[in-house]
């Protein structure tokens, strides 16, 4: 068991740093592959181990001049609204329909990414903007909550597609927002005794080593390479994660 959940932890916190997402994409189905994880399970424990991936992630690109603190803020705070919503839905749902919707998602974020950016994004006034950035982060902590992810699947194509932000920044930006949506929802799935800690903590600290490796690497890698390997990634845990749900 401890050599799987080294792997996770490299795996997780390379992932979040290079992509912005937190790591959950591939920490919910390593968890139900390697380790016999149900959902709801993978995702709470993933969500846990979120929390220390997503603060070293951030605070390696914060380094590197690559996050964009204030709608960083922006976007987190409200997104704690949403994953207490996606918390309590989740308790509603079956765990092989929450692999399936997981999936699903995945894959329409990838197709959006595969058509690139929008050639003209709209230039929002300020108050727009703000009022946009907060029901993006509500939306995305609906999304972490039900999916142990930290939103950063729905923080990093919007922010780059709406906002128009460089992909490395968005990318930053976003593990900052995961960072209070991962502390939120953690401590309700805790409450719900959903997180298995012991794995989370480990899991987490192994993570430290390889985020601050991938903020390296997202930093010096061209913006097509980001998003084809994003987009990549989606695809191939989607398709994972049904295979999983059919077995």
Same mark, same amino acid.
């Given at each position: 068991?401890?050599?799987?959940?080294?792997?996770?932890?490299?795996?997780?916190?390379?992932? +979040?740093?290079?992509?912005?997402?937190? !790591?959950?994409? =591939?920490? %919910?189905?390593?968890? /139900? $592959? #390697?380790?016999?994880?149900?959902?709801?399970?993978?995702?709470?424990?993933?969500?846990?181990?979120?929390?220390?991936?997503?603060?070293?992630?951030?605070?390696?690109?914060?380094?590197?001049?690559?996050?964009?603190?204030?709608?960083?803020?922006?976007?987190?705070?409200?997104?704690?609204?949403?994953?207490?919503?996606?918390?309590?839905?989740?308790?509603?749902?079956?765990?092989? +329909?929450?692999?399936?919707?997981?999936? !699903?998602?995945? =894959?329409? %974020?990838?197709?959006? /990414? $595969? #058509?690139?950016?929008?050639?003209?994004?709209?230039?929002?006034?300020?108050?727009?903007?703000?009022?946009?950035?907060?029901?993006?982060?509500?939306?995305?902590?609906?999304?972490?909550?039900?999916?142990?992810?930290?939103?950063?699947?729905?923080?990093?194509?919007?922010?780059?597609?709406?906002?128009?932000?460089?992909?490395?920044?968005?990318?930053?930006?976003?593990?900052?927002?995961?960072?209070?949506?991962?502390?939120? !929802?953690?401590?309700?799935?805790?409450?719900?005794?959903?997180?298995?800690?012991?794995?989370?903590?480990?899991?987490?600290?192994?993570?430290?080593?390889?985020?601050?490796?991938?903020?390296?690497?997202?930093?010096?890698?061209?913006?097509?390479?980001?998003?084809?390997?994003?987009?990549?990634?989606?695809?191939?845990?989607?398709?994972?994660?049904?295979?999983?749900?059919?077995?």
């Amino acid at each position: 068991m401890l050599p799987a959940l080294i792997v996770v932890g490299l795996v997780a916190g390379l992932t +979040a740093s290079v992509f912005g997402v937190g !790591g959950g994409i =591939v920490m %919910v189905p390593l968890l /139900i $592959g #390697l380790l016999d994880y149900d959902a709801k399970r993978a995702t709470a424990t993933s969500l846990a181990a979120i929390i220390f991936t997503a603060v070293v992630g951030a605070a390696a690109h914060g380094a590197l001049g690559n996050v964009d603190w204030d709608r960083g803020l922006l976007i987190g705070i409200p997104a704690m609204l949403g994953v207490t919503i996606g918390v309590a839905i989740k308790d509603r749902i079956s765990s092989r +329909a929450l692999t399936l919707a997981f999936a !699903g998602l995945m =894959v329409l %974020v990838a197709v959006r /990414i $595969g #058509l690139g950016p929008s050639a003209d994004p709209v230039d929002f006034s300020l108050p727009a903007e703000v009022l946009l950035v907060t029901a993006l982060g509500i939306t995305a902590g609906i999304v972490a909550g039900l999916f142990g992810v930290g939103g950063g699947i729905v923080f990093v194509p919007t922010l780059v597609v709406v906002l128009g932000m460089e992909q490395l920044s968005a990318e930053a930006t976003s593990l900052l927002a995961i960072i209070p949506v991962a502390v939120l !929802g953690s401590w309700q799935n805790t409450a719900r005794g959903a997180v298995m800690w012991n794995h989370a903590l480990l899991i987490g600290a192994v993570s430290v080593v390889s985020a601050v490796a991938g903020a390296l690497i997202a930093d010096a890698a061209p913006v097509s390479a980001l998003q084809t390997g994003f987009a990549a990634l989606l695809l191939a845990t989607a398709a994972q994660l049904v295979w999983q749900a059919r077995r």
